[in-house]
């Protein structure tokens, strides 16, 4: 059966002191307890656990094929991606071949969001300019794209070597390429990009009100058409989303407050209510979180990926594990079946390797 719409979690991999506590994860505690949630995620029936990529503290995943392939050699089902991968800092070659090994490893559960991050020291880290930032990205997927489709690759661009008759190894799993995603919460250029290729946009909705990604997500869909790939309603969409839940809501709310009163994210800055009422942040009971991301098909269409950010702001092991308990027990049936409900026979599923390359198949038999 074709998965319709998948829904897993995201982390960023952030160290931050439990403002409840005082206490502060090693980097190892923290790295092990993003194993420990993604294969709770697998246990409670999510589809997707994804990591972020950062290279600067107080952040941890700077390997994330590293992380995805031991996650991937302890779970059976799940799929792996990531919230970033920085195209526009990681050489194209490696990405290609870390995410085409990392494929074979995990039988093909892999894809990835691409993005430019959001840390502008890290563009000199890695010899790179960040006011060439969208240049970069569009010159280095474009790459990555030859380097997956094509056996045998002569190459020459602006901001790396040339190469000639070079050959990415190993080659992709079935000869289909990871499916990739372009990430971006305010650059309409990469939704214009992932439109042109015909890939998936991801709007991280998060921090900033539903209008500001419903115009991001028509512009894709639009372009998307444009550049022949089917309809609007054919387009590949994956959002992010926020919460945190309690049986009863005024509990969620009174735990949740000082964590997000001195998060790094937005801290100190509007109140939990205010942020609640402008972004999707939802704080409060299982039914609130159904109820308020049904709310996103009416806004951007029937899409294919839901995220949800939940191990953030010192939050601790324990709380996050019973998160994923209300969201895989309470939450996501409810979600399978609503979303599934009047949900149009031409809207495609989700991106899996299977989809992919029986889409694969159907188009060399059409050729031959």
Same mark, same amino acid.
């Given at each position: ?47 997707? $656990? ?31 991606? =990531? ?26 559960? &892999? ?7 959001? =840390?502008?020291?890290?563009?000199? #880290? ?28 002569? #190459? ?24 990739? #995603? ?6 309409? /250029? ?10 998936? $946009? ?11 990604? &419903? ?39 009174? /735990? ?25 942040? =939802? &704080? ?13 098909? /009416? ?46 026979? /031409? ?22």
């Amino acid at each position: 059966m074709v998965t319709k719409v998948q829904f897993g979690i995201f982390s960023v991999g952030d160290v931050t002191t439990d403002p409840t506590t005082g206490k502060t994860p090693a980097e190892h505690e923290r790295i092990k307890a993003m194993v420990t949630i993604a294969l709770k995620a697998e246990e409670v029936g999510l589809d997707v $656990f994804a990591t972020g990529e950062h290279h600067n503290p107080p952040f941890v995943p700077s390997s994330p094929t590293t992380m995805l392939g031991y996650i991937a050699a302890r779970t059976e089902r799940l799929q792996l991606s =990531t919230a970033t991968t920085l195209i526009t800092t990681n050489d194209p070659v490696k990405i290609a071949e870390d995410f085409a090994m990392l494929q074979h490893l995990a039988d093909g559960r &892999v894809d990835l969001m691409l993005g430019r991050g959001n =840390t502008g020291p890290v563009y000199p #880290w890695f010899g790179q300019d960040i006011r060439q930032g969208i240049p970069l990205a569009i010159e280095n997927y474009a790459l990555l794209r030859r380097l997956w489709r094509e056996d045998v690759v002569d #190459w020459e661009g602006r901001f790396r070597t040339p190469l000639q008759g070079f050959t990415s190894t190993p080659r992709p799993l079935d000869g289909v390429p990871p499916f990739v #995603w372009h990430g971006s919460i305010r650059s309409p /250029e990469i939704a214009e990009q992932a439109a042109y290729y015909g890939d998936g $946009f991801f709007a991280n909705n998060i921090f900033w009100p539903k209008e500001h990604f &419903v115009r991001l997500i028509s512009l894709y869909r639009q372009r998307y058409a444009h550049y022949g790939h089917g309809t609007p309603e054919q387009a590949v969409v994956g959002l992010g989303g926020q919460v945190f839940m309690r049986k009863n809501s005024q509990d969620a709310v009174r /735990e949740f407050r000082p964590y997000f009163d001195v998060a790094p994210v937005y801290g100190h800055g509007p109140s939990l209510e205010e942020f609640m009422a402008e972004t999707p942040l =939802t &704080v409060g009971s299982p039914q609130q979180v159904i109820d308020r991301t049904l709310e996103f098909r /009416e806004y951007f269409g029937d899409y294919q990926r839901q995220l949800f950010l939940m191990d953030h702001a010192g939050l601790p092991l324990k709380t996050v594990l019973e998160q994923l308990d209300l969201l895989g027990e309470e939450v996501v049936p409810v979600l399978r079946k609503e979303f599934a409900k009047n949900r149009p026979a /031409e809207v495609p599923g989700a991106p899996t390797h299977a989809r992919l390359l029986a889409a694969k198949d159907a188009s060399e038999t059409v050729g031959a």
